[in-house]
């Protein structure tokens, strides 16, 4: 196991309330990923982050935001809950540009 | 900007058969490349990398070659398992100070026995 953990794995919530996704890494590394996966779109990169406070914007950002308040977590916020952010959420983590980079198990959200 | 193009799946196979794979790509720079694989119901796993023009990168049977003339790095297998049944994505990371990676839409494969 690559040491990076999701929670929760499966939530159902309504429009308009706040969602929180946690990725929680063991490794160490430096650099952290939110993405989303949907059919026919394959995986998009919401934020990221490259360090302790220091995250900055993907291609499809808008309605999200992020936190990491320290190494080992990096923390999804989805301010309003909308039925377009029903998908599967991915954490990932890596070193470097070169290294591997691991990807948590998913979250599937779904928005009613 | 950066972008990965790969075929348009699903593709159904015969176990034994030969699998390509194709997977081109647009980057400025020196980017890495890699092919992830998903599984049912699972996160993606690395299958295979290339850090470098004309690398080949290799795994459970797997391999690509980094073709930086012709913008591409196609996966192939000579024999596939019903095993191999997955999601494959094609990806790159730009290189230098830029880590974040871009991916394909993921081509859905069926191995059928």
Redesign the interface.
């Known amino acids: 196991d690559a040491g990076i953990t999701q929670s929760p794995r499966h939530k159902v919530t309504e429009t308009g309330t706040p969602v929180t996704l946690r990725c929680h890494q063991t490794e160490n590394h430096r650099?952290m990923?939110w993405?989303r996966q949907d059919p026919?779109?394959?995986?998009?990169?919401i934020h990221?982050s490259?360090g302790v406070k220091d995250t900055d914007k993907?291609e499809v950002s808008d309605g999200y935001s992020v936190s990491r308040s320290k190494t080992e977590d990096f923390l999804l916020t989805l301010e309003s809950a909308t039925s377009s952010q029903t998908s599967v959420y991915?954490c990932?983590m890596?070193e470097?540009?070169?290294d591997?980079?691991?990807?948590?198990?998913?979250s599937w959200l779904t928005v009613v | 900007g950066n972008s990965v193009t790969q075929m348009e799946g699903p593709v159904t196979l015969s176990e034994e058969a030969f699998l390509t794979i194709n997977c081109t790509y647009t980057a400025t720079g020196y980017p890495?490349l890699?092919w992830?694989v998903q599984y049912p119901g699972?996160?993606?796993?690395?299958l295979l990398?290339a850090?470098k023009a004309d690398d080949k990168g290799s795994n459970k049977g797997f391999e690509a070659t980094y073709r930086k003339e012709t913008t591409s790095f196609h996966l192939e297998k000579g024999s596939v398992q019903v095993s191999d049944s997955a999601v494959y994505?094609c990806a790159l990371?730009?290189?230098?100070s830029?880590?974040?990676?871009?991916?394909?839409?993921?081509t859905l494969l069926t191995v059928n026995p």
């Open positions: 650099y990923y993405y026919g779109h394959g995986l998009r990169l990221y490259y993907g991915f990932a890596t470097s540009a070169l591997t980079i691991y990807f948590g198990e998913g | 890495s890699f992830y699972e996160g993606l796993q690395l990398k850090t994505f990371t730009p290189g230098g830029n880590y974040k990676l871009t991916f394909g839409k993921g």
